[in-house]
């Protein structure tokens, strides 16, 4: 296989899910995430970012969608300027880094880390990098910057991909 299939199977694998999603493939991601109470933040910044046509359009996509809790742990202030108009590019950064091309289960994802030696490195659709290990049997993902984010609930299957939740926000380099 592939490096890049590779980073793409290593992106997939970060997700468990909180139990508000539909794990039915009757909704897109958007609708999914709409449905969640867990993850009105989330909505709000896809909103805000104008990212609402990307991900409801065909896909295949793999996101990582962290929970309100997980904005709730950034610094006081972070998710209200990041809201704001003016940093609109911030955002769309910050919301397509928790995003893979292609659609990857966890198997698919716990795969890739096995494969690589117990790390393996997985470029999102935002352009950055983000590692995926194994930690005590759960998918852990480090940012670029060194935070991590735990896959809490996962294999949520959408019509235009799949959901695995997070309990932290991923940063890219800014």
């Keep these: 296989m592939k490096k890049s299939n590779f980073m793409s199977f290593a992106l997939v694998a970060i997700v468990f899910f909180t139990g508000s999603f539909a794990n039915a493939q009757t909704t897109n991601i958007v609708e999914a995430a709409i449905a969640s109470e867990d993850h009105t933040t989330l909505v709000a910044a896809v909103k805000a970012a104008d990212l609402v046509g990307v991900l409801t359009g ?20 972070t998710v209200a300027s990041l809201l704001q108009p003016e940093n609109i590019k911030a955002l769309q950064g910050v919301l397509t880094y928790h995003v893979v091309a292609g659609k990857f289960s966890a198997s698919d994802v716990i795969g890739l880390i096995k494969k690589n030696d117990g790390k393996a490195t997985v470029k999102t659709v935002s352009g950055g990098d983000i590692v995926l290990s194994l930690a005590y049997g759960k998918v852990i993902i480090t940012d670029a910057n060194g935070g991590t984010a735990t896959v809490t609930a996962a294999d949520l299957n959408q019509t235009n991909g799949i959901i695995h939740v997070v309990d932290e926000v991923l940063l890219p380099k800014m």
């Design 58 to 77: 065909e896909g295949p996509f793999t996101v990582f969608a962290p929970t309100n809790e997980a904005f709730d742990n950034l610094p006081e202030g």
